[in-house]
């Protein structure tokens, strides 16, 4: 079965510094691979997916990830926080042509000033 | 409006009632869902529809019935809820189902209490 852990409930990090949250996944062949970010009170905003190819993916806010099949991860990274990054992070999984996302039960950030 | 609308965005029910979720998306996708945001708990897919069918119902409990009259419009009908059922219900939409096209998009969510 399909499944998404992100084994860190929670970070903190100081503004400026760097980040990586981990993100690990179950599933027999190469899934589609997603981002997601929730401020407080809004809803799920994609910040970058993977379906194939290069397997540095750059998205919005200035985050990257890698997907590294050997490892079945899917780490997102940013080189320098901002405050306003403060939120939870979804990784997610797609099966190919299932419609169907499995999300991990995502990590917290929180930024220190 | 644009993007992925839901309303109410807050719900206070008694376990008795019946009331109904909104969702309007204005992106032109042809597939929409339904999840639930439980506390420590990861999103749950709950149902969802592809040009107005339902393709997906993840054994959700007959106490929660959607609708979707057309590919804009989903709603989320709840009757004899439990308090368990207190959750954030979140609608999303993407063009596909197919995996291809199935970046979602996600309304804001309904935060429903049940008393």
């Known amino acids: 079965a399909q499944s998404v852990t992100q084994p860190d409930i929670h970070i903190t990090v100081s503004e400026g510094a760097s980040l990586e949250l981990r993100c690990n996944y179950s599933?027999?062949?190469?899934?589609?691979l997603f981002w997601y970010v929730q401020s407080p009170g809004q809803g799920l905003q994609l910040l970058l997916k993977y379906f194939s190819g290069d397997t540095l993916v750059q998205g919005i806010k200035g985050f990257e990830a890698e997907f590294k099949r050997s490892q079945s991860s899917f780490n997102l990274r940013k080189p320098s926080v901002h405050w306003s990054d403060a939120a939870e992070y979804f990784c997610a999984v797609e099966g190919r042509n299932t419609g169907k996302l499995i999300f991990g039960q995502g990590t917290t950030l929180q930024v220190k000033p | 409006e644009t993007g992925v609308t839901q309303t109410p965005r807050h719900l206070v029910m008694g376990m008795t009632n019946k009331k109904s979720l909104k969702c309007e998306q204005h992106?032109?996708?042809?597939?929409m869902y339904w999840y639930k945001q439980s506390a420590k708990k990861p999103l749950e897919l709950m149902f969802v529809?592809?040009?107005?069918?339902?393709?997906e119902n993840n054994s959700v409990p007959s106490r929660f019935s959607p609708e979707c009259p057309n590919s804009s419009h989903l709603f989320l009908h709840l009757h004899t809820l439990q308090p368990e059922d207190s959750a954030l219900y979140l609608c999303a939409s993407s063009l596909s189902v197919l995996a291809a096209y199935n970046e979602q998009f996600f309304g804001p969510g309904t935060r429903l209490t049940v008393l």
């Open positions: 529809y592809s040009l107005e069918e339902r393709v």
């Open positions: 599933y027999g062949a190469t899934p589609y």
């Open positions: 992106l032109g996708h042809n597939a």
